[in-house]
């Protein structure tokens, strides 16, 4: 299994967000953001940050996805 954060990209759609939004409202750093870009593993506290942010539960920004074998 691996990480998406399709949910996230969606989200800031319908919230006609850009990124640089969400690193200002969530207070994340660039590096964590280019993270969430490339699907990779994040802290736990950058997600909560992210969701506090959004006003949004964990569910909705993250999921697991089956790996191309």
């Known amino acids: 299994m691996k990480i ?3 949910k996230l990209w969606k989200l ?3 919230k ?3 990124k640089i939004d969400l690193l200002e409202k969530s207070n994340i750093s660039t590096s964590t953001l280019a993270k969430l870009g490339k699907d ?3 802290s736990m506290d950058a997600l909560v940050k992210v969701c506090t942010a959004l006003n949004v539960n964990i569910g909705d920004i993250v999921e697991l996805v ?3 074998t």
């Open 4 to 6: 998406s954060y399709k």
């Open 12 to 14: 800031l759609i319908d």
């Open 16 to 18: 006609d967000m850009k």
């Open 40 to 42: 990779e593993y994040v």
């Open 66 to 68: 089956e790996e191309d």
